[in-house]
């Protein structure tokens, strides 16, 4: 997600049993909150492909090659290639698996990120900090090359 570092900070916190990161603005916070709000049921989409194919052989994304393009387009058709559109990957590394909810908050919302194994928290919340480090300096960390 991008957002204007002059009107809108990321912050990330720690959660029993997650992490959460904290989209607070200056600026419109009802754009903020949808945004987020939609981050997190793209996310959880996304998830949901994810699994789907993990437990669906014909799907064709799970035999392709890492670093090709296509997958699981929008309405769940498959497409040529081996990444799911908006997938959740950052210089070449997948987020850990991990369902999404979105909170609003006093001057915008939050995403809470919890993962599906507990003992890929660790690398979940490093993972959640980097991506927060990024939107903070006004970058896209769905932009990055893999």
């Known amino acids: 997600m991008m957002i204007d570092p002059a009107t809108t900070r990321v912050t990330t916190s720690d959660t ?16 903020v ?11 959880n989409r ?8 993990e437990t ?6 799970r035999a392709m090659p890492q670093g090709t393009q296509g997958g699981v387009g929008s309405q769940g058709e498959t ?3 081996g990444e799911m559109p908006g997938h959740e990957r950052m210089g070449g590394k997948q987020m850990p698996p991990s369902s999404a909810t979105a909170e609003d908050v ?4 939050r995403v809470v990120l919890v993962p599906a194994d507990p003992s890929l ?5 490093q993972d959640a900090r980097m991506r927060a480090d990024m ?3 006004g970058q896209c960390p769905m932009d990055t090359p893999s």
């Open 106 to 109: 006093p001057g915008g919302a």
């Open 79 to 81: 497409v040529p290639g």
């Open 121 to 125: 928290l660790p690398a979940l919340r």
């Open 16 to 31: 029993s049993n997650g992490v959460a990161i904290a989209f607070t603005t200056t600026s419109d916070v009802n754009e």
């Open 56 to 61: 669906d052989e014909g799907m064709e994304h």
């Open 135 to 137: 939107m903070q300096k």
């Open 46 to 53: 996304i998830a949901g492909m994810r699994a789907g194919a």
């Open 33 to 43: 909150r949808a945004r987020v709000h939609n981050m997190a049921d793209m996310h």
